[in-house]
């Protein structure tokens, strides 16, 4: 045991040496490697999403390097993540950041996936007055707690699914009535109510029936909704609801003109996982890769997608947790650059005033730190294929409507 | 009305899946005294068997049963005979502990192999049913239904009309006595545990026809299956099968209150546990040990 330990003492050592002997003959300016910490359900029941998050950051990573790292003054800093499994449990995440904070002394801190581990863990940032730039954690919640150094790159929740209510207005036969699935958590009861708050503006009436948060067996629910007989049929929960539902919809022949997810239905799994009977289904996406913006740095849109192909090959298009988990590195590069420093104080400032396009959408943040600036947009699925539908000025096909009922497919 | 008898048929369906991963994990509470923490593990084991089967051979789903009953019915007896054993007499903490260490253990090695993306047995007849006027029963949840029945009869049968199965409800009953008429304890439990596990297989199979399965999935069929334990009875098949349709009546009808009812609906059935264990701890249809 011991002379094991020794040996692997000296192949440390040897490494060390040899990477630093590396970067000496590079005789370029480098500066010290600037750490980020990010503690992500690897294990238990946000594993999906936690991965796709972990993609996006390293995505960037690796783009940044390979730049020589961030620009800090005539600088170059390369930069590293260290990342902890919080077992997606929101407790363990908040543990993992404050000991990222004191013990490994990471410089920066990455969100964590989901709004209840990053509702946690801001409260650990702000203690430690860390900047942390969170990018999958939706609710409004987070950010009425009036803390200063929590940013979201992403829309808040209660954007979800205003774009699907806004382009339904404009469907011809008009839909009228909305029926809401919810489940029980933060950010899909935010979700659900900014619904029920905004849609009859537009002329729907909208009834609310919320579920347990990761329930399966939605038959019930399924069944509640089908004995209304709404025109539009919307579930504000996860994948796994969102999947649920869908299968429930078809085994009761739930059949409604329009059937819309807040969040499942962009992720490759969803039309993995249905098949032809994912067809139709609208959602409310941060990004598509259809989306084109005029990005002031990093990547275009196209370009993106290449990057995740090339680096992830077989695993489909990049969805819009990995491209808003991507953003969220694009914020602290710019905020870094911007400030010219590594100061915790300073790169939040820089942060607060942070305005930037990026292939993800405009990155600027609010007095209370979430991304209120960038639009929503609706996405359906064509074929097994991820189109973008409105707003129109980004849609690359115009919406299939109404749904078919299920023995007409 | 038409309403009610639909919510009968959705509760005694999802029921179903709750027999089907109740009778095993009954089994081995029953015989061994383990509440096995592991079986939801188990369960998706399964699950990916028959999904394995379905996307790379096109096997049918419900033709992939017998196959995960084997299968985990050999992970099962090795398990139980290499692992569990060591700790069978020792306290309650001790198989508590290891059986949710193994749970981490399998989850964590399914994560490797499949990775954490959801999965879906999709047959060409998922989604189609029988339409008796406005009642709709989807096949794919009457099938899992009927097999899990015929599981509970099948492992009634062995139990009590076999001389395997009357050798563990003998060890179950008093293990001195059994090992004094010469039944050999250590593959008598390793047996009984390789059963239960096979039950897991099936209602695992079963499962991926109902929802979409990853690693993590099987978790909150742990804790249903010691509901509908609770709920039935210890020990009887028959009482696990009637906790396991009542726990999906409850589940249905708590479900289907409109607003927010349907968040209360783990309440209620929690809430009858705790009324079950207070006025008939024995449960509903189990008898006095």
Redesign the interface.
Same mark, same amino acid.
């Given at each position: 045991m011991r002379s094991r330990s020794s040996v692997l003492l000296v192949v440390a050592a040897l490494l060390s040496f040899a990477c630093g002997g590396t970067a000496g003959t590079g005789g370029t300016s480098t500066g010290a490697t600037i750490t980020f910490g990010a503690p992500l359900g690897l294990?238990?029941?946000l594993?999906?999403e936690s991965?796709l998050t972990q993609q996006g950051y390293d995505l960037w990573v690796d783009w940044i390097n390979q730049q020589g790292g961030i620009n800090i003054d005539g600088v170059k800093h390369p930069v590293k993540v260290k990342y902890y499994d919080d077992t997606?449990s929101a407790n363990q995440s908040a543990v993992l950041m404050q000991k990222l904070i004191t013990e490994d002394k990471v410089n920066f801190l990455l969100g964590p996936y989901g709004s209840a581990a990053t509702a946690t863990d801001a409260a650990i940032a702000e203690q430690n007055q860390v900047p942390m730039v969170e990018a999958n954690g939706a609710a409004q919640a987070i950010f009425n707690q009036g803390y200063k150094y929590t940013f979201g790159v992403l829309s808040p929740a209660n954007k979800y699914l205003q774009g699907v209510v806004d382009m339904a207005a404009t469907l011809t036969p008009k839909p009228t009535s909305i029926f809401m699935l919810s489940a029980?958590d933060n950010f899909s009861l935010e979700v659900a109510n900014a619904v029920r708050d905004y849609a009859p503006s537009k002329g729907f009436t909208v009834t609310?029936?919320? #579920?347990?948060n990761?329930?399966?067996?939605?038959?019930?629910?399924v069944?509640?909704a089908k004995?209304a007989n709404p025109d539009i049929v919307m579930n504000s929960g996860h994948?796994?609801e969102a999947?649920?539902i869908n299968?429930a919809a078809?085994? #009761?022949?739930l059949n409604s003109k329009l059937f819309a997810y807040s969040v499942g239905p962009s992720t490759?799994?969803?039309i993995?996982?249905?098949?032809k009977?994912a067809n139709y289904v609208y959602d409310g996406s941060q990004w598509t890769p259809q989306v084109k913006y005029k990005p002031s740095f990093y990547l275009t849109e196209s370009q993106y997608v290449d990057a995740y192909h090339k680096k992830y090959p077989g695993a489909g298009d990049p969805d819009y947790h990995v491209a808003e988990s991507t953003a969220a590195c694009l914020a602290f590069q710019k905020a870094l650059e911007n400030a010219k420093s590594t100061d915790p104080k300073k790169v939040r400032d820089a942060l607060a005033k942070l305005d930037v396009m990026t292939f993800f959408g405009q990155i600027k943040f609010d007095s209370r730190g979430i991304n209120t600036y960038k639009p929503m947009v609706v996405e359906q699925i064509q074929n097994g294929q991820h189109h973008t539908v409105f707003p129109t000025d980004v849609a690359d096909v115009k919406p299939m409507y109404p749904t078919p009922a299920?023995d007409q497919r | 009305m038409v309403n009610f008898l639909q919510l009968l048929v959705l509760g005694l369906l999802a029921g179903g899946v709750y027999v089907g991963v109740g009778v095993g994990f009954g089994l081995v509470w029953g015989v061994l005294n383990i509440v096995n923490l592991a079986h939801g593990a188990l369960v998706m084991v399964g699950g990916y068997l028959t999904w394995t089967l379905f996307t790379r051979l096109g096997l049918d789903p419900f033709l992939s049963l017998p196959l995960d009953a084997l299968l985990l019915f050999t992970i099962g007896y090795l398990l139980q005979r290499g692992v569990i054993n060591r700790v069978i007499r020792a306290p309650l903490l001790f198989t508590f502990l290891l059986t949710f260490g193994v749970n981490l253990v399998v989850i964590n090695l399914l994560l490797l192999l499949f990775k954490s993306d959801f999965r879906s047995v999709t047959p060409s007849y998922a989604g189609a049913g029988l339409e008796l006027g406005v009642l709709v029963i989807p096949f794919t949840r009457l099938g899992a239904l009927v097999v899990a029945l015929l599981l509970a009869a099948g492992l009634a049968f062995v139990l009590n009309r076999t001389r395997t199965g009357l050798a563990i409800q003998a060890v179950g009953a008093d293990r001195d006595a059994a090992q004094l008429v010469g039944i050999d304890l250590r593959h008598t439990y390793a047996l009984t545990f390789a059963l239960g596990a096979a039950c897991a297989g099936v209602a695992g199979g079963l499962i991926t026809l109902i929802q979409a399965i990853t690693p993590t999935a099987g978790e909150p069929y742990t804790l249903q299956a010691f509901v509908v334990v609770i709920l039935g009875g210890l020990g009887r098949v028959t009482a696990t099968v009637a906790g396991g349709l009542l726990f999906g009546l409850i589940e249905v009808f708590g479900q289907s209150i409109p607003g927010s009812g349907s968040v209360y609906a783990n309440a209620i059935a929690f809430g009858l546990l705790v009324l079950v264990l207070i006025l008939r701890p024995q449960g509903l249809m189990g008898r006095l040990r």
């Open positions: 294990t238990g029941s594993t999906k991965t997606s029980d609310l029936q919320k #579920y347990k990761g329930s399966t067996n939605l038959a019930a629910e069944q509640a004995a994948l796994l999947i649920a299968k078809k085994e #009761y022949k490759p799994d969803f993995n996982s249905l098949g009977d299920w | -």
